[in-house]
């Protein structure tokens, strides 16, 4: 080859400072961490003792008033199911998260939701008590 004659070099791909955002990797065992780790602690660990705390501590003070105030423990029994049985739906929809299974992230939506609701219908519910007692 003489000195004019272009040279063909092979182009290497350019190089990025930064890798590029890709979102998850792709991953058949993706690790938990972060906020998700801790929601996921909460949910599993925390939230279900202080049901049973709480719960426990409620139905306690109700039975001691129960004779005085019989509607008292009704929407008390009634609160405390139902906080249980969404804890338990929490704890079901957190370990699909966890795990990373098809639908977690539907159930966790869900469950959230079905907390809200619960808040509004546990509320009403304590309230009516209220107006029971009131009319004693």
């Not at 990797?25 to 690790?31: E, R, V």
């Not at 139902?82 to 966790?108: C, K, M, Q, S």
Request: contains cysteine.
């Amino acid at each position: 080859m003489d000195e004019n004659s272009p040279s063909i070099e092979p182009q290497s791909a350019p190089v990025h400072p930064f890798p590029p955002l890709s979102g998850v990797p792709d991953s058949a065992n993706p690790k938990i961490g972060g906020w998700l780790a801790f929601f996921c602690f909460v949910q599993i660990i925390v939230a279900p003792l202080i049901v049973i705390v709480g719960g426990g501590w409620a139905l306690w003070e109700a039975l001691h008033i129960a004779g005085a105030y019989p509607v008292l423990v009704l929407l008390v029994v009634s609160s405390f199911l139902g906080t249980v049985a969404l804890t338990g739906f929490g704890v079901y929809a957190t370990i699909f998260v966890y795990r990373v299974r098809p639908g977690g992230v539907r159930l966790v939506k869900q469950y959230l939701v079905a907390v809200l609701v619960w808040t509004f219908l546990e509320t009403g519910l304590l309230s009516l008590g209220s107006l029971a007692i009131s009319n004693l």
